[in-house]
């Protein structure tokens, strides 16, 4: 199989998963900032905001230059399994927020709540702060 990273751009698709996507948290979001930051770290969520915006204009899928966004995420461009992307993207695999597959990838539009195991990993701070924000109804944000 071809790597996805011996190209300049990656296929990025929804991935489609109706029960996160009614229940889930956009990953611009409070939720995505206070609990999946310290879970993912900050590259891989600002890869996830970033589609975010994307499948906006283009909810069945996009081009994703490699390069471009490398850089603007403040990683290495460079191809192949060093490269800054692919361990992002991997990371994003990883947690189950993507999907590698022979075109590109299937990435989550929404972040699913995080489980217990993930849950136990935060501050407790956090943790606490995670209780009360699951009790309070979901708003739009």
Known sequence: MTSPFMHSSLWIEPWRDSV?????????????????????????AWLLRHMAHEFESSPDGFELSV??????LGISPKAGPRG?????LHRLVMFRLASEGHAGYAVRRQL?????????????????THASYCSQPKSAA
């Not at 390069?67 to 603007?72: D, G, H, K, S, V």
């Not at 800054?84 to 992002?88: L, P, W």
């Not at 699913?112 to 606490?128: D, S, T």
Request: proline share 11%; net charge positive.
């Open 84 to 88: 800054g992307m692919h361990r992002t």
């Open 20 to 44: 996160t996507e009614e229940c889930g948290h956009d990953p611009r979001s409070r939720y995505a900032e206070l609990f999946w930051l310290g879970i993912i770290g900050p590259t891989a």
């Open 67 to 72: 390069a471009p966004i490398a850089l603007q």
């Open 112 to 128: 699913p709540p995080l489980n217990n195991m993930q849950l136990k990993r935060l501050p407790a701070h956090l943790q606490r």
